[in-house]
């Protein structure tokens, strides 16, 4: 089984976090949507999205990320030869269907200073131009790519877009702290697979410095917040990368290379 991931990719932690805590064992494939990896032809031949993760086992391909989750259940159940094992309940779906719709892409972008959001978007078209040229067939898909591109910068110019985003989140975080005056875990006592499509999204907060206003204004989810940070997969699919100083070393590691490149195009 091999999974093609990033640490930064929101959707590629939530499949890391079950992979650990299904106790699976997968290949790892780092592809760096930062810096473009996922436009590379031999990865973009096998999801012309471009986006992550993939995950392959054989030649069963899954893109989604809900659909790829309960393909590791059913891994999961029968690896361990016990039927007694049970799927993810109803209600632990409609929470992965629920978090899943609210889409982080726009919310992250606009928290990242614009000078930097820029430059990066603008590498990323140069990329996208430099494969059509290379990868004639390519090139129309790269063309739907590079529109998309530009599609986003506008967006992000208007005010309603991310009014919405943020609403929409508000009111995510405002039903999980309902419930979570109830329950210790979204769906109940024990952790789920809900669980792991939210932490993620809580981690994304963090690393935009935007903790104390929209989780520590919660108690309920800041206490939960404090307990799934102690979980072995939170600290090796998150952790590792994004607490303390290992998330400045991440973000000016990617800077780094995301430069780097673009100098090396003008020669």
Known sequence: MQLYHHPYSLDSQRVRLALEEKGIDYTSFHVNPVTGKNMDASFFRRNTNAKLPVFQNGSHVIFDTIEIIQYLEKIAKVSSGNENIPFSSSEVIEWMHKIQKWNPKYFTLCHIPEKHRRYVSKFLRQVLIARMAETPDLAADYHKKLKEAYETEEKLKNPDVLKQDKEHLVRLL??????LNETAYLAGKEFSMADVML????????ILNLEDEYIGGRPNMAKYWIMVQQRPSYKKVIGKHF?????????????CIVHIRTMLRKF
């Open 174 to 179: 405002d039903e999980v702290e309902t419930q």
């Open 243 to 255: 607490c303390g100083w290992r998330k400045h070393k991440t973000l000016v590691k990617t800077w």
């Open 199 to 206: 932490i993620p999204v809580l981690a994304r907060l963090v």
